[in-house]
Each structure stands twice: as C-alpha cells, then as structure tokens.
C-alpha cells in the first residue's frame, strides 16, 4: 500500500485546512486510515482515526470538535477537516495505513507540514 499525503500550508490561528490521503495498492481501501502528527523536539501521536467503511471514528482530544476525519473509498482518499486550528498544531500530519481503528499503523505517508501562526 502506498500513501500521499497532501494539504499543508500555512495558516493563521482560526484558520482551516483540508488534508489529503490518497492510496493505492492492492486491498488498500480495506484498511482503517489514521492521522497522526509529530511536531518539532515531540514524539509522533495520535490525532484521528476511521475505519475502512466509515461507519467509526476516532479522535484524540485535543481535536475533537476541530478536525473531522471522512474517507471516500471510490476515490481511495481519507481526508482531514481542520478548523479552527491553533499554534499547537503545527506539526507534520502522516497519514497511515492500519488493521483496525486502534491498531498500530501498517503503512506510512510521506508526511505533509501544517503551519499555524498565532
């Protein structure tokens, strides 16, 4: 399964960005999706996560009201909402490949570099 990530910039506090992942391989649209993200001097977390059906979602809470996860399984796409962001979230998003909701990531994006300016 290969993942590209897509959808970073530079933002102002308040601001939103969309996020994209999109896959491809074989059974890739079979596979949770995750979001997680390493800011700079931090270990890599969690952030949101949805099953390969999308019937489930699963949120961090430091975002939770903020960023939505949805996937289109036709276009084998997974995507981040993110409103209302602060500096804290500045970080690089990976997106991420995984058995179930809460299983360890299988496949790694290439990251994307999310900015926000207070």
């Known amino acids: 399964v290969q993942l590209q990530a897509s959808g970073g910039g530079f933002v102002q506090a308040g601001g939103s960005l969309r996020l994209s992942c999109a896959a491809s391989g074989r059974h890739s649209s079979s596979y949770a999706m995750g979001w997680f993200r390493q800011a700079p001097e931090k270990e890599r977390e969690f952030v949101s996560a949805?099953?390969?059906?999308?019937?489930?979602?699963s949120y961090a809470e430091s975002v939770k009201g903020r960023l939505i996860i949805s996937r289109d399984n036709a276009k084998n796409t997974v995507y981040l909402q993110m409103n209302s962001l602060k500096p804290e979230d500045t970080a690089v998003y990976y997106c991420a490949a995984m058995a179930g909701l809460r299983s360890n990531p299988r496949y790694w994006g290439q990251g994307t570099l999310v900015t926000v300016s207070s």
């Open positions: 949805i099953t390969w059906r999308g019937d489930s979602t």
